[in-house]
């Protein structure tokens, strides 16, 4: 894998969060048959192995990854087939919403504006204004052995920012969408991405939503109820605008991160008895003090 292979490379600069140290290795395979070679190496050296996509719903450690980090974003490749669209799993969900408006197909709108690439949205089941990718899903293409194999979306156990994909490599998909208006995309596209505007701190680095919502509740209201809107650790900061969300000041680390999330999780429960669930995947090694700390493997796919 020589000359493939970057070492000591910032992941900071491959975050939404803008957060995280080193990568062991770090390599930008062009095509399924090279990522399937990393994988295998990989294995074969017993290193841990992590793919990454866009970067959101994903805090890496001050302390890097220690193990193959491979981003997925040179996997482009999209094709329309009447009312299908298969994509390969490191485009994001913004292109592809944009070859579904110019092909007059509809049901990507909601998801529009989320800055991640199919592959990990497939995994979290990612979703937004009700509407949720699994929704969508005719057929997964995973990796098993180094050969990909083909899963129908009735397969796949669909939940709540998760799924049965977890742990599993994906490659890309196909989406069945429905013939609509072109206009009439474009308007949702539109309205969608204001609400976004509207209700999301993006002025500010962050994952996206830190929680998942408890049934019957809303982790932003729990949040802001609790008067956690504007609590900081370091240059860690629950945002003012919206309490799910934590927002990167400038200069926080991911141990800033990781204590202010504790600091939450514990108010919330103390003030209502109910156990907040993170939705953001960690991954790497978090510093909490000399003797303190904490290895994430990867695997995510995001």
Same mark, same amino acid.
């Given at each position: ?36 070679? $990393?994988?295998?190496? *990989?294995? #074969?050296? &017993? %290193?841990?192995? =992590?793919?990454?996509?866009? /970067?959101?719903?994903?805090?890496? +450690? ?33 292109? $592809?919403?944009?070859? *579904?408006? #110019?092909? &007059? %197909?509809?049901? =990507?709108?909601?998801?529009? /504006?989320?800055?991640?690439?199919? +592959? ?19 057929e997964v293409e995973v990796l098993v ?80 109820e609790a008067g956690l809107k504007g ?50 995947v960690y991954a790497g090694v978090f ?16």
């Amino acid at each position: 894998m020589r000359g493939v292979l970057e070492r000591g490379v910032p992941l900071r600069d491959y975050t939404t969060f803008r957060i995280g140290g080193p990568a062991q290795y770090l390599a930008v395979p062009s095509s399924v048959e090279e990522f399937v070679r $990393l994988e295998e190496w *990989a294995r #074969r050296e &017993g %290193l841990p192995f =992590l793919l990454l996509g866009g /970067g959101s719903n994903l805090l890496v +450690g001050d302390g890097g990854f220690p193990g193959l980090v491979v981003l997925t974003r040179e996997l482009m490749e999209v094709e329309v087939d009447g009312h299908r669209i298969r994509a390969q799993g490191g485009v994001f969900l913004g292109l $592809l919403s944009a070859f *579904a408006l #110019r092909g &007059g %197909l509809s049901g =990507l709108e909601p998801l529009a /504006g989320i800055p991640g690439t199919l +592959g990990g949205a497939l995994v979290m089941n990612a979703g937004a204004f009700g509407r949720t990718l699994g929704d969508l899903v005719e057929e997964v293409e995973v990796l098993v052995d180094g050969k990909v194999e083909v899963l129908r979306g009735v397969e796949v156990d669909w939940g709540y920012r998760t799924s049965s994909l977890k742990g599993s490599t994906v490659v890309g998909a196909t989406l069945k969408l429905v013939p609509g208006d072109g206009g009439k995309i474009r308007e949702d596209m539109v309205r969608f991405a204001r609400l976004r505007r509207q209700k999301q701190p993006l002025d500010f680095p962050s994952a996206g939503s830190v929680f998942k919502n408890p049934p019957g509740h809303s982790a932003g209201r729990l949040i802001d109820e609790a008067g956690l809107k504007g609590a900081r650790v370091g240059d860690a900061m629950v945002s003012p605008l919206h309490a799910n969300f934590i927002v990167n000041l400038g200069q926080a680390r991911a141990r800033d991160v990781r204590l202010l999330v504790e600091v939450v999780k514990e108010r919330v429960r103390e003030r209502f008895s109910i156990s907040l669930e993170e939705e953001i995947v960690y991954a790497g090694v978090f510093e909490f003090g000399e003797d303190e700390d904490c290895a994430a493997a990867g695997g995510a796919f995001l």
